[in-house]
Nanobody, 123 residues
Framework: QVLLVESGGGLVQAGDSLRLSCVAS????????MAWFRQVPRKEREFVAA????????NYDDSVKGRFTISRDNAKNTVYLHLNSLKPEETAVYYC????????????????WGQGTQVTVSS
């Protein structure tokens, strides 16, 4: 059984930073991409960033380029999302996802999802 467990969310002020973690278990992720999405109520899940599990190549949504960094530690089976210069409009539940895909931005390309971690950015 594949499990993705996110952590690291919280309440911060605009301009602050956070590091989200996603611990993956239950299978080998060779050939997979790992991604972060975010969602606010009554809106569709939105792509943030993805990374190739095998070679670490990243892909970012334009809105976060230069501020967010995705990385992975294969030895720990963990994917990270470093969020810098956070904005109030980035308040959302952040989800980790895994799929046999190549850095895809569409949520339906991912087969496995975590339960999400809340990030709240106050102004």
């Amino acid at each position: 059984q594949v499990l993705l467990v996110e952590s690291g969310g919280g309440l911060v002020q605009a301009g602050d930073s956070l590091r989200l973690s996603c611990v993956a278990s239950g299978r080998a992720f060779t050939g997979f991409s790992m991604a972060w999405f975010r969602q606010v109520p009554r809106k569709e899940r939105e792509f943030v960033a993805a990374i190739s599990w095998s070679d670490g190549l990243p892909n970012y949504d334009d809105s976060v380029k230069g501020r967010f960094t995705i990385s992975r530690d294969n030895a720990k089976n963990t994917v990270y999302l470093h969020l810098n210069s956070l904005k109030p409009e980035e308040t959302a539940v952040y989800y980790c996802a895994a799929g046999r895909t190549w850095l895809e931005k569409k949520s339906d390309a991912y087969d496995y999802w975590g339960q999400g971690t809340q990030v709240t950015v106050s102004s």
